[in-house]
T-cell receptor
Framework: GAGVSQSPRYKVAKRGQDVALRCDPI?????LFWYQQALGQGPEFLTY????????KSGLPSDRFFAERPEGSVSTLKIQRTQQEDSAVYLC?????????????FGEGSRLTVL | GENVEQHPSTLSVQEGDSAVIKCTYSDSASNYFPWYKQELGKRPQLIIDIRSNVGEKKDQRIAVTLNKTAKHFSLHITETQPEDSAVYFC?????????FGTGTSLTVIP
């Protein structure tokens, strides 16, 4: 596809369930970011991949959050034992450059609601 | 870490008037400042950006100014149109980190 694709667009989970959110970046993009966006707030950094290497995971809020990008393209953000405070939109972004040398292209996000 | 503050949180202007959104940042090492527009339920999209070696950049009705000494940067939209209505986010970047402001909801009244 032409842009960053995320699935599912909407996910409702019961507290305690595990969820997996998928990101298909723009083909060939080296950098991939995950952000968490709470209602009425700006995106907050979760983690960054350069190809398959997770170079920065300092924004992951707890050890229940895990991200991977095993082949340097598709990435999955997994949240274990979901809590209500995990409810947010999870945005994926990719960039052709490394660091901040290229434009960030965002996906439309996965809206997670934890009941 | 970097702290980005954005003002105002909401802004209403008459069609044709100008809109100005301001951001401040705390880390003088930040060297890249993009602005994103996010329409309701849509993805954020880059509208303009500026690097720290430039003081001003303009693209048609949109301009961004950067004052490195004061650590603030601003978005200026002239001749606003209803389709400019959206939430605008500023960001400051160091390396692979992008720190976003809390957003400004702009409403252009026809």
């Amino acid at each position: 596809g032409a842009g960053v694709s995320q699935s599912p667009r909407y996910k409702v989970a019961k507290r305690g369930q595990d969820v997996a959110l998928r990101c298909d970046p723009i083909s060939g993009h080296v950098s991939l970011f995950w952000y968490q966006q709470a209602l009425g707030q700006g995106p907050e950094f979760l983690t960054y991949f350069q190809n398959e290497a997770q170079l920065d995971k300092s924004g992951l809020p707890s050890d229940r959050f895990f991200a991977e990008r095993p082949e340097g393209s598709v990435s999955t953000l997994k949240i274990q034992r979901t809590q209500q405070e995990d409810s947010a939109v999870y945005l994926c972004a990719s960039s052709s450059g490394t660091a901040n040398t290229g434009e960030l292209f965002f996906g439309e996000g996965s809206r997670l609601t934890v009941l | 870490g970097e702290n980005v503050e954005q003002h105002p949180s909401t802004l209403s202007v008459q069609e044709g008037d100008s809109a100005v959104i301001k951001c401040t940042y705390s880390d003088s090492a930040s060297n890249y400042f993009p602005w994103y527009k996010q329409e309701l339920g849509k993805r954020p999209q880059l509208i303009i950006d500026i690097r720290s070696n430039v003081g001003e950049k303009k693209d048609q009705r949109i301009a961004v100014t950067l004052n490195k000494t004061a650590k603030h940067f601003s978005l200026h939209i002239t001749e606003t149109q209803p389709e400019d209505s959206a939430v605008y986010f500023c960001a400051a970047s160091i390396g692979n980190q992008f720190y976003f402001g809390t957003g400004t909801s702009l409403t252009v009244i026809p």
